[in-house]
């Protein structure tokens, strides 16, 4: 089993930055891909960034390319989502997941972290 905590979140002016953690323990080795999800009220739950851990490869939704990156400390068994010149429409809960290699889905999930950008 793997087991993700989430922490940051915040409000924060148009414009400016937020960092988000996410922690991974348990069965950490059996994690395929890790990722950043996020769900503003009435709309959609969307994608945002992942990572591959075993490569280190990373993907980025376009909504979020060349303001959003998916920084790590293996280390730390820690995975951030590093949030710059943030918009309104940024305005979400964020999820961190983590999809296990014998998955096609991401199975465990974080408990969620409200982010809000004001204008």
């Known amino acids: 089993q793997v087991q993700l ?3 940051g979140g915040g409000l924060v002016q148009a414009g ?5 953690s996410c922690s991974f323990s348990g069965r950490t080795f059996s ?3 890790m990722a950043w999800f ?11 960034a992942r990572i591959r851990r075993t490569t280190g490869s990373t993907y980025y939704a376009d909504s979020v390319k060349g303001r959003f990156t998916i920084p790590r400390d293996s280390a730390k068994r820690t995975v951030y989502l590093q949030m ?9 809960v964020y999820y961190c997941a983590a999809r296990v290699e014998t998955s096609t889905q ?13 204008s």
């Open 5 to 7: 905590v989430e922490s």
């Open 16 to 20: 400016g930055s937020l960092r988000l």
């Open 31 to 33: 994690i395929d891909y």
């Open 38 to 48: 996020r769900q503003a009220p009435g709309k959609e739950r969307e994608s945002v």
């Open 84 to 92: 710059n010149s943030l918009k309104p429409e940024d305005t979400a």
């Open 106 to 118: 991401y199975g465990y999930w974080g408990q969620g972290t409200q982010v809000t950008v004001s």
